[in-house]
């Protein structure tokens, strides 16, 4: 082992959504913080979208899932106990690389559940803690929107200007307004004008330009932070007194190495995090680190989703522009006690039409183009005449739905895999047959001529929430409401595992602004830690 004495103030484990906003917050005051990543950069000119084989690389050396795509920064996850396949990339940027930039926030009711619902719990803080860092996210990143949502409390005025809802947008907002439903232009991190120096993402890469590679880390990295790259984390190092002390990762020689630092921080996601924690045995912690709850890698959240495709007359001309959902209805998103399921779900209208080959393979919705005497009929039927809705449901917390260590599988350094264990409940399954339901009425009555359904679908593993859940009683929760390990008094967990509850919306803009507030506790209230 190559012997390190450079002591960091903060070691960052991760360098995705909440490790770069936490990142560069601490660097701009001045703090010492090193960050491990066990990726690269991924250059803006990456998988272009004006080349022939640029569908190809989505499906392959692009593809969302680390089993599938097999690059050498990645790890294995055993996922043959879930119907919800990981998407997960290792990056400078994260999983963010892969993100289509919706970016719209969770709703006050969101952290209090278990009061208005009687289910699940209460987060230890509330919408109104997190508004500020809310805020500050969404000028970081330039987001694109419209002021006067009436499903939120007042926003201030949205960086930029919304982004165009195109053809297919404007037949769903007349199906929407004939039913008498609630929709809106959505908030998209895809900046619509040039922001911060920064063009506009005009759509022509696969990656996403809206990843805090872009927005966090130049402006880290010029502070001083120090990131390093290609670095695998093995585990978390604690003294006799079980406190952190920095970490063993492997770095891009494959030769072990030590990080010290006076405090540790966790920005993994909720399958990477519960991986490292779990691997950092000891005798203070002989069933992982921060686990004397026996929580870590339980709770396991996603946003099971279902998705419908209209197919229109009309055609829907293919102009461009950046990914994501260019409007939504969040119509059914809260409890309403007339329906056999509590909370609720969120319906995203795709912004953009799709190009030739995935539409060939049934893009989201994963229904190819039937082979046979009718293909090209079937395909030109398709081809510029649909609009897709996701249905993203709320995923409550259960115990059983959990990651842990793989007892067999391991990475190429030989630290075991995670293992994804989880089932879709009966209140959720009851809420994607609604879905689907008044997914099909929206679409037919936006007058889609045809409508194809998936009612869960596979890939929808994007959001991994839960496995290190914030709570006050040490005993049901991993950290407090600060994100700090109840166990371990410099240990903190930034990423979307600290998430009491999921609700049913993208986690981006919420992990971010609780990074972010962590930040400022680290600066203020929090200090002496650092001391």
Known sequence: MAKQENIADVLVIGAGASGGAFVWSLAEAGVKVVCLEQGGWVPLNAFPTDQPDSQLHWQTDFNPNPNFRRLAE?????????????????????????????????????????????????????????????????????????????????????????????????????????????????????????????????????????????????????????????????????????????????????????????????????????????????????????????????????????????????????????????????????????????????????????????????????????????HHKDFSERFGHMMAITLMTEDLPEEHNQVTLDPVLTDSHGIPAAKMQYTVSDNTNKMLDHAVARGTEALEAAGAKKVLASRLRRNAGWHLLGTARMGDDPNNSVVDRWGRAHDVPNLFVIDGSIFTTGACINPTTTIEALALRTADYLKGEGSAILS
């Not at 404007?170 to 929709?183: I, P, S, V």
């Open 74 to 374: 990645d790890y294995p996850v055993n996922e043959d106990e879930t119907p919800i396949s990981p998407l997960m990339y290792n990056a400078v940027g994260g999983s963010l690389i892969h993100w289509g930039s919706h970016f719209p926030r969770f709703h006050p009711s969101d952290f209090r559940v278990k009061t208005l619902d009687g289910v699940a719990d209460d987060w230890p803080m509330t919408y109104q803690e997190l508004e500020p860092y809310y805020d500050l996210n969404d000028r970081m990143k330039g987001v694109s929107g419209l002021r006067g949502d009436p499903a939120y409390p007042p926003k201030p005025e949205r960086p930029c200007p919304p982004l165009a809802i195109g053809p297919g947008g404007e037949a769903m907002a007349r199906g929407f307004n004939k039913l008498g439903w609630h929709w809106w232009a959505a908030d998209n991190a895809a900046s619509s004008v040039k922001h911060d120096g920064r063009d506009p993402d005009y759509g022509g890469y696969l990656r996403s330009f809206s990843s805090s590679d872009i927005i966090y880390w130049p402006k880290a990295l010029m502070k001083g932070a120090q990131l390093k790259t290609h670095a695998r984390v093995r585990e978390i190092l604690v003294d006799k007194s079980g406190r952190a002390e920095g970490a063993l990762y492997y770095d891009a020689q494959g030769t072990l190495q030590i990080q010290r630092a006076k405090v540790v921080v966790m920005a993994c996601n909720g399958v990477g995090t519960t991986r490292v924690l779990l691997n950092s045995k000891s005798n203070l912690f002989p069933d992982g680190l921060a686990n004397s709850s026996g929580l870590v890698g339980k709770n396991l959240m996603h946003h099971p989703c279902g998705i419908v495709l209209g197919i229109f007359d009309e055609w829907f001309e293919q102009k461009g522009g950046p990914r994501g959902s260019a409007m939504l209805s969040q119509e059914f998103y809260e409890t309403d006690t007339s329906r056999d399921f509590v909370r609720g779900y969120d319906m995203q209208v795709l912004g953009n039409e799709l190009p030739p080959l995935a539409t060939a393979l049934g893009g989201l919705l994963g229904q190819p183009v039937p082979w046979g005497d009718d």
